[in-house]
């Protein structure tokens, strides 16, 4: 069945770049997302990536999608404090693209 | 900006006792879901609902579960008779229906079943 997996923890300085790792198991996924959560909050979609793109940049984030190895990884850049959260990596079902599966989030923790 | 509220944030039951989890989707919104995350494991999809009624659900959601959407404005779900490992995050969330995947989540009720 579908599967995603992912680190639990990640630990940075204050300043460093961030790279949060995810694999998947359903090629057929027309979409992959990560998603935030910061303490206290609901989910929040920091970004996605069409199934047939291989990078997408949007600020700060770079997320860099290998198709054939199905890993999906989120660069974060300069990373700061505020940046502290969990990160979940999703696919989209391949019958529903709004049903989500969701890995267990890796915990990013930013030192100074 | 719009959000996702749910209520209450956590609640506390009895094994074998009722539960009913409330939620507010954003109000132009046609998709709402239900997902939840035990503490430890993967956010888990439970069902979707589109008008009016189950559009899809996983097998989690067993006979114990239901979703409605009483006033046009709450969605719930319903536990009718919880177990001790229906204790978890509950999330509730809301789309437009594009096809993309975003999903807009509340904050999440934890319920913990003694």
Not at chain 1, 98 to 108: A, N, P, Q, V
Request: proline share 3%.
């Amino acid at each position: 069945g579908e599967d995603v997996e992912q680190s639990l923890f990640l630990s940075v300085r204050e300043g460093d770049s961030s790279v949060i790792n995810c694999t998947y198991t359903d090629s057929s996924s027309t979409y992959l997302y990560w998603y935030k959560q910061e303490p206290g909050a609901g989910l929040q979609l920091l970004t996605y990536i069409f199934s047939n793109m291989d990078m997408k940049q949007d600020q700060r984030l770079t997320v860099l999608l290998n198709k054939k190895d199905k890993h999906l990884s989120l660069r974060i850049a300069d990373t700061q404090t505020g940046d502290s959260a969990i990160y979940f990596c999703a696919e989209s079902s391949k019958e529903n693209t709004d049903k989500l599966i969701f890995g267990t989030g890796t915990r990013l923790q930013v030192f100074p | 900006e719009p959000e996702v509220t749910q209520t209450p944030s956590h609640q506390v039951t009895q094994m074998g006792q009722e539960v009913i989890l409330r939620c507010v989707p954003i109000s132009n919104h046609l998709y709402f879901y239900w997902y939840r995350q035990i503490l430890g494991q993967k956010v888990e999809f439970l069902v979707s609902f589109y008008n009016n009624e189950i559009s899809e659900k996983s097998e989690i959601f067993d006979d114990q579960f239901s979703v409605e959407r009483p006033d046009g404005s709450n969605f719930t779900l319903k536990i009718r008779s919880t177990k001790l490992e229906d204790s978890a995050m509950y999330f509730c969330a809301s789309s437009t229906g594009q096809g993309t995947g975003e999903l807009f989540f509340g904050e999440g009720s934890r319920l913990t079943v003694l």
